[in-house]
């Protein structure tokens, strides 16, 4: 199924443009001779949590990227929160954030100061009381005056975690959230991350090698391939479509191109 012109027809979780979180139309990103994301389209609604699945290559963190406004498309459109990124995008980052614990902070900073700068450039107010209540959430209050180059990979996991919630983010774009954490810890974290997008009606897209956590917290996957998204679906349509028993299996049929969506 190659979604890069039928956008999100019949998937649960899909949104007219207009009232889209994030709306791409025939988005393309090409590195010379090389295409990183290959023309696709689809909306996501808001409220909602997609996951966007695919193997090493499949173009996810390019999509993430473009979606950000970091990088810009070699071709087609990208509206976030109603939004054009590519001519508007200073209107709308205020209201986004990004998660990534393969993006380091400043490792001589505290985690204080670390949160005071990404406070900053939001334009906080009252800043010193936003750090101390997700301090308080994250259970990060006794580490506040620890550099960040001295904490484990999973304090690092949950100070990232604090940076991309500082300014309560409508949108939230996370990559791999729960690396590296215990699965105690992972599990809390996934809770947290639940109940943040209830209270504030947020929308998260979740790019995740961890198949349990995207069945857990996902309504809908778009599995990419080559720059495409080769299918969309809900977590247990993709299981039922394949003949397969977990989305673990759906997610290596589809890298491996050894399986085939019953039509």
Not at 159 to 183: G, M
Request: glycine share 10%; aromatic share 4%; net charge positive.
């Amino acid at each position: 199924m190659d979604t890069r012109s039928t956008g999100t027809s019949g998937t649960r979780g899909s949104a007219p443009a207009g009232d889209a979180a994030i709306a791409v139309d025939r988005l393309t990103k090409r590195y010379g001779e090389v295409t990183a994301v290959d023309g696709i389209s689809l909306t996501i609604a808001p409220g909602s949590v997609t996951g966007l699945l695919g193997g090493n290559g499949a173009g996810k963190t390019t999509t993430i990227a473009m979606l950000m406004g970091l990088v810009l498309p070699t071709s087609g459109t990208v509206r976030v929160l109603g939004v054009d990124m590519l001519r508007a995008r200073h209107r709308v980052l205020h209201r986004i954030n990004f998660q990534s614990p393969y993006v380091d902070m400043p490792m001589r900073l505290t985690v204080r100061q670390n949160l005071t700068v990404f406070g900053r450039l939001y334009g906080l107010d009252r800043l010193r009381d936003r750090i101390a209540a997700l301090a308080e959430d994250l259970d990060l209050s006794h580490l506040l005056d620890r550099p960040c180059g001295r904490l484990s990979a999973g304090q690092k996991t949950r100070v990232s975690l604090a940076k991309a919630l500082i300014n309560k983010p409508e949108l939230l774009l996370l990559d791999e959230p729960t690396a590296s954490l215990d699965p105690d810890t992972a599990d809390w974290v996934r809770g947290h991350l639940e109940g943040y997008r209830k209270r504030r009606g947020a929308t998260i897209l979740l790019a995740s090698h961890n198949m349990p956590e995207v069945e857990r917290m996902c309504g809908r996957v778009l599995m990419m391939k080559a720059g495409r998204i080769v299918d969309d679906g809900a977590p247990d349509a993709l299981v039922a479509r394949y003949g397969r028993a977990t989305l673990e299996d759906v997610f290596l049929d589809v890298a491996r191109g050894t399986g085939l969506a019953a039509q």
